[in-house]
């Protein structure tokens, strides 16, 4: 406690006798200028990526129902494989419909001999025309009922409408099945795939631009990260933009095209698009380095002369090592990019130009 009072005692004598001896504020030692490292402001052309979150789709998907009732007696296909158009996929138990066929061929052809002889017979008046009239309505009949069985027993082959991948069988050998009603799997195309995201709706005059382009292998404009946060080797094109902007989200739904020929894309796979910002306009980029945070806010020190003042701007989208700057700078202008950390408004600074070695 004693220690403590000295300490005190002997601070206050110290002031006093400062004060006495005329002492003011330019003796006060000075802290020696900090060394800093210059960036020049330059506006530049800024090309960068938008990433939208994306979803992989099917250009064309179908549901496979069946056609007609009845037992499943043969699958043609293993599950998940690639599949023509044209191929057999399911046959549904034809016996009962091949021989109503038959039977409607049969009764065709007596109708329509029964028909033929009447035809003749009428021309020589040797028939009343009713009766004529009566064959020509059974021959009628007869052929709409063969059309019918004809039309079943084509149905109980199911073939594949289009190339693409055919999914996991939902029904399996034996199994009966509805017309109309059973699903018995889906088949979707697989090459080319497509990718659907959402675009804000101020973007779709630049969207537009791009509709319909033709395919080229070296254009970057739109490219794809996969879920493993690989690259897709493949650039896709823009092919449609939805027939309406979604009111509650202001945004439209823009479909790209993307070649599959290595089956790496598969529907319902999410993914990220990427666009490439390609704009004419220049913006003010600069060193993220320059940057200082305080209380979420984005602030630089900008040299004058031989001093700095800490000046706050708006930034904007980052370029690897690199940021873009809204609002607070102008081209021509000097900021600190190395030394940021020794720096608070107002301080001394001698300054080197970027790339230089600051001295010691």
Partial sequence: MKKRLYLIALTVFAVVCFNSCGGDKDDIPQFPPTPVTAYTVQSAKASYYIEYPGTVVALNEVELRAEVSGYLTNIYFRDGEHVTKGAKLYA????QYKAAYDVAKANYDEANQDYERYEELAKQDAIAKQILEHSEANLKAA??????????LRNSIIYAPFDGTIGISQVKLGSAVTAGQTLM?????????????????????SFSRFLNKKSN??????MLVLPDQTSYPYPGKLILLDRAVDTETGTITARLEFSNKDSMLRPGLTCNVRV???????SIIIPYKAVVVQMNEYFVFVINGKKVSQRRIEIGRPLKDKIIVNSGLKPGEQIVVDGVQKLRDNSPVIVTAAGQKSPS
């Fill in 143 to 152: 052929e709409s009922n063969l059309t019918s069985v004809e039309t079943n």
């Fill in 185 to 205: 799997n889906i088949i979707s195309s697989d090459n080319p795939m497509a990718v659907d995201f959402a675009v804000e709706e101020t973007r779709i005059t």
């Fill in 217 to 222: 292998p070296d254009d970057s404009t739109f």
């Fill in 92 to 95: 549904v138990d034809q016996q």
């Fill in 276 to 282: 490439l910002n390609n704009d004419t306009s220049k």
